[in-house]
């Protein structure tokens, strides 16, 4: 009797044990965004690479991606807009941690194949670029919830961005110069997602 007590309390421990290690780690991860926000990189100089969730260089007149960013292998949340980068280097995908990333109002016109392989994105903002295309490889995506593609001149997607239908949620097409056949195309690939277009042009 008392080897079954001691096998019960055993088992009880080692589940209340298991259960808060699987809690902290669930919460860990979303607890990073509220973490301090750094506005320049000199605030990060004497801080542990480790504990930078989150980087805001907004308006910082810089023409390419500094090369401590790749320091950072917690970041969750980087926004480089208002800037003058016009390329977005292939070690972009070491930051596998990002959850938001906002290069919006710079000089970019292509969009590297590994961009899409940050797995975490939710939420990619690419407004008021000179973006052309989107490659097929977007479809890696697979928990992008919002997707800003505002003042681009993107007009026709690969089918392979059907695939993000059941989690991209929204779709923002304002300012992009398009027929309403280019804007019919694109829904029918998306028939779940809110899509923000202005009205079509005639340019077929």
Sequence with gaps: MLYVKKKIYFSLFFLIFFSANIYSQNNDSSSLLYKKIYFSLEETKNCNPEDICSLNLRKQ???????????????????????????IPAKIKELSNLVELDLSSNKIENLPVELFSLYNLKKLILNRNDI??????????????????????VVE?????????????ILDLRVVYMSEKQQDNIQKLLPDVKIYFSKGCNCD
């Design 157 to 169: 997607f690969p089918k392979e961005v059907s695939q993000l239908n059941s989690t991209l949620k």
């Design 132 to 153: 052309k295309t989107l490659p097929a490889e977007i479809a890696n995506l697979k928990n992008l919830e919002i997707l800003d593609l505002w003042g681009t001149q």
């Design 61 to 87: 007149k810089l023409t390419e991606f500094p090369e401590e960013i790749f320091n950072f292998k917690n970041l969750m949340v980087l926004n480089l807009s208002k800037n003058k980068i016009k390329v």
